[in-house]
């Protein structure tokens, strides 16, 4: 993935959006709420995916209006600012601050609405004890002294949050039903997934994770999609007034059903897969049989050498500086790095250098030699290791494996050098 198309996709996003929210936000009363729940109504509102990158996981908000004020306002935990001096660096290293504002629920909806994103609402279920504490929690979050937190993609984001207010509410109830119950689901599957709709950024994402992100979700970590958390609320149960068990959504209204594609419905593999094996078969194109036609491909040989292991080898440089130097803990470990490795970048030079003269080094040899060596043992793991790399090894080892028999097919070891007349006669 390109992280400055993500990264300008975000400021662009956040800096048109920005005013427009505080100016939302000004008017908010500090204690919306003052007279208890009776008179309150509280739903769930999720946002279904955008167009940008970050917008592909869907959103959500909770919703809490008021019958005796008309107070209505939408709370949202994914709040952020790209205008923070510091906000790539907290981005990239795992400590990025997000925080939850309310904005007046219309406004916020015809917002997403205007995105032509899906807005489905939840109207649920809850006694008057439930919705004031649920409206206690949420305004004592909202306030400034309160309202940051620690950002995490996976266990800690705006729908965890809508996720876990919930379940205060509900005494633990969702946790206690969906806390142990498996699905077959796994962070990288859901990503890749939600992402498939931007190819670039499906195979960046598969690519950064490491195998963390492979161990099967419980369904209450799958709710860290706002789409699998409106689906599971639809399955919960609470009890009604007389003590019997009563659906927990009293009411769903699909408010606005978007002109997009709706979300894929399963994990289909890297929408950049198929170009592996072609790239493959480029690659072998220049390793030709015969001296003409060696020239002839020597020259597009050098430069795809020098180009693939340029760009593997920064890939592999990030995906190690995600290792070592994020909290991102799904980035830790990451056997991706054997398809796409740092030292590719050290066979950059010397691999298109060797083809042009068609004499390799022994260092460009041994260089060549341990990526392909490194890139098959990276598709061994993918049969027997922990971390699901079918994608990649798909995407990457073909284009190894065929510029590893151009380089070999348009090089030859360099001559050992002749023995001085000196070295001559002490040898006789």
Not at 111 to 124: F, H
Not at 154 to 164: G, I, M, Y
Not at 285 to 311: D, E, K
Not at 408 to 413: D, G, Q, S
Request: proline share 7%.
């Amino acid at each position: 993935m390109s992280g400055r198309r993500v990264m300008a996709a975000l400021a662009l996003v956040v800096a048109a959006a920005a005013p427009a929210v505080r100016a939302q936000g000004a008017a908010i009363p500090r204690d919306p709420f003052p007279f208890g729940g009776a008179s309150l109504r509280v739903s769930v509102l999720t946002i279904g995916p955008g167009d940008a990158v970050f917008e592909r996981f869907g959103h959500n908000a909770l919703r809490i209006e008021d019958a005796l004020t008309g107070v209505d306002l939408a709370y949202n935990w994914g709040m952020f600012s790209f205008e923070d001096p510091q906000f790539l660096r907290r981005f990239l290293s795992g400590d990025t601050r997000y925080w939850v504002e309310a904005f007046p629920s219309t406004w916020l909806i015809e917002m997403y609405i205007a995105q032509d994103r899906a807005v489905t609402e939840q109207v649920l279920a809850l006694t008057a004890a439930q919705r004031s504490a649920i409206a206690q929690l949420v305004v004592e979050n909202a306030r400034p002294e309160h309202r940051f937190y620690r950002y995490d993609y996976f266990r800690d984001n705006c729908s965890t949050r809508v996720r876990d207010a919930l379940d205060r509410a509900l005494g633990g109830a969702l946790e206690r039903r969906y806390g142990t119950t498996t699905t077959p689901w796994s962070y990288r599957s859901e990503s890749v997934r939600l992402t498939a709709p931007d190819a670039l950024a499906q195979a960046g994402i598969d690519v950064a994770l490491g195998p963390r992100a492979d161990v099967p979700m419980t369904a209450w970590q799958a709710m860290f999609i706002p789409m699998r958390l409106r689906d599971y609320l639809r399955e919960v149960t609470v009890p009604g007034p007389d003590g019997a068990p009563i659906p927990l959504v009293a009411q769903e209204e699909e408010v606005f059903r978007p002109a997009r594609a709706p979300e894929p419905a399963e994990a289909r593999g890297l929408s950049l897969g198929a170009w592996g094996p072609l790239l493959g078969v480029w690659m072998l194109l220049l390793a030709p049989v015969g001296a003409a036609a060696r020239r002839r491909t020597r020259i597009p040989a050098a430069v795809m050498a020098a180009a693939w292991y340029g760009l593997t080898g920064v890939v592999g440089l990030l995906v190690l500086g995600m290792w070592i130097g994020s909290a991102h803990v799904f980035w830790y470990r990451n056997l991706n790095l054997l398809l796409a490795s740092p030292l590719a970048l050290a066979a950059s030079v010397p691999a298109a250098r060797a083809i042009l003269r068609g004499q390799a080094t022994p260092l460009a040899r041994r260089l060549v030699g341990a990526l392909v060596a490194m890139a098959l043992l990276g598709a061994l793991a993918a049969v027997v290791g922990p971390q699901h790399m079918s994608g990649t090894v798909l995407l990457l080892l073909p284009a190894h494996l065929g510029l590893a028999l151009a380089f070999w097919r348009h090089t030859r070891p360099l001559p050992a050098a002749p023995l001085s007349d000196a070295a001559s006669a002490a040898a006789a």
